[in-house]
């Protein structure tokens, strides 16, 4: 067995790497029923396909006769929970549908559930390469790094900047679904030693399957609608509340070089970046009823208990200072922003929990963004 076992791992080494970087499983697809109790605001089936380029879209068209934006974010961005039909981004391809000149336009998705500044400035590094001309990015950002940063309290630790090589290595397999020599996958955080099996071929393909399988389920409602559930009773049942903030200014230094980061990778590439403020349903005086789908916010205690959990309040204040430190560097950078966080009502009307859009929510931030590119070229 142990022979066979070498063979197998000797073998697996001679087949060519994944080529190319994708934030989701190319060709993976999933269906979601949901119910007005997990997930307000959502009506039917919802389906979702991503293409062979590992984007939530329709495949590229010819250069020469498309307008192309790409969505770079977090869940808000991806939205799983909506159809095709009634993601956000395809709600902005659709409005456009051409530019002034005639051109097509062609809005593609590459959200990423849990992902931070820190995996958008290896996004445009690596996919902005890799896909045909992109002309626009657009960055719904913010609300992973600053629940990020408010979860680990008072006991907030600096990481490596994700340019340099190590850290970049370190933050590969938390960007992309599928990339390039995952067996020198080096940790987290690029500060812990890595286990020799985790170097084996054979681990890489079973950790490939693994997230495959993960991605091409067809039916996950009952698998995300009992995790929200078990969150939001593990919310509802917090013996402790914190309404003060810890300290923020190591956690927005990070947040705001790494929007430079994006903004320089963008510049270098030839590419318009467009920053979007994430609205979100904390705000101080919430009903009970809109509390009671709220699951965000615990803070870690000293042996990773969550049972402290900051106050809505609290969460608003936290995400109004990410808001500001964004529209800060599109002011020092001269970047395009929309603050949607200004536009979109903070409530359940919009969002089926803390951030997450139901269909109202998706359409209005798709008519925000709709009359943000129709005041400016190429559709003015």
Request: aromatic share 10%; with cysteine; glycine share 8%.
């Amino acid at each position: 067995m142990l022979l066979a076992l070498g063979l197998v791992e000797l073998g697996l080494r001679t087949v060519p790497p994944p080529q190319g970087y994708f934030t989701l499983v190319p060709g993976a697809e999933w269906t979601l029923s949901p119910t007005a109790h997990a997930l307000p605001g959502i009506e039917g089936e919802s389906h979702t396909r991503i293409n062979h380029f590992g984007v939530r879209g329709r495949m590229f068209g010819d250069d020469a006769k498309e307008f192309r934006i790409l969505a770079v974010g977090g869940s808000t961005t991806l939205c799983s929970a909506l159809d095709d039909s009634e993601v956000w981004t395809h709600l902005v391809e659709t409005g456009l549908d051409t530019t002034s000149d005639g051109r097509h336009v062609w809005v593609g998705n590459v959200g990423r559930d849990g992902a931070t500044t820190r995996d958008h400035v290896l996004h445009l590094k690596y996919l902005l390469p890799q896909y045909p001309r992109i002309d626009v990015i657009v960055s719904l950002i913010g609300v992973n790094d600053m629940t990020a940063a408010v979860h680990q309290g008072w006991s907030y630790r600096a990481r490596p900047d994700v340019t340099e090589p190590a850290a970049e290595r370190a933050q590969l397999a938390h960007a992309f679904a599928v990339f390039p020599g995952l067996g020198r996958d080096q940790g987290r955080y690029g500060d812990e030693a890595v286990a020799w099996y985790r170097r084996t071929a054979l681990w890489q393909l079973a950790r490939r399957v693994k997230q495959t399988w993960e991605h091409w389920r067809l039916d996950s409602r009952r698998v995300s609608e009992e995790r929200l559930d078990r969150f939001r009773r593990e919310r509802a049942a917090a013996t402790t509340w914190i309404d003060s903030l810890p300290p923020l200014e190591a956690p927005l230094a990070e947040y705001r070089q790494n929007l430079n980061a994006m903004a320089s990778a963008a510049s270098a590439a030839g590419v318009h970046l467009v920053f979007v403020t994430p609205p979100t349903a904390w705000r101080a005086g919430m009903t009970r009823a809109d509390q009671r789908l709220l699951w965000f916010g615990p803070m870690q205690g000293p042996t990773g208990t969550t049972r402290a959990y900051f106050t809505p309040d609290a969460l608003s204040r936290a995400m109004q200072r990410y808001n500001e430190t964004t529209l800060a560097v599109c002011h020092e950078r001269h970047l395009d922003c929309l603050d949607a966080a200004a536009l979109i009502p903070h409530d359940s009307t919009t969002m089926y929990d803390d951030v997450h859009f139901n269909e109202r929510g998706s359409q209005l931030l798709a008519r925000a963004l709709i009359a943000f590119f129709r005041d400016r070229a190429p559709f003015r």
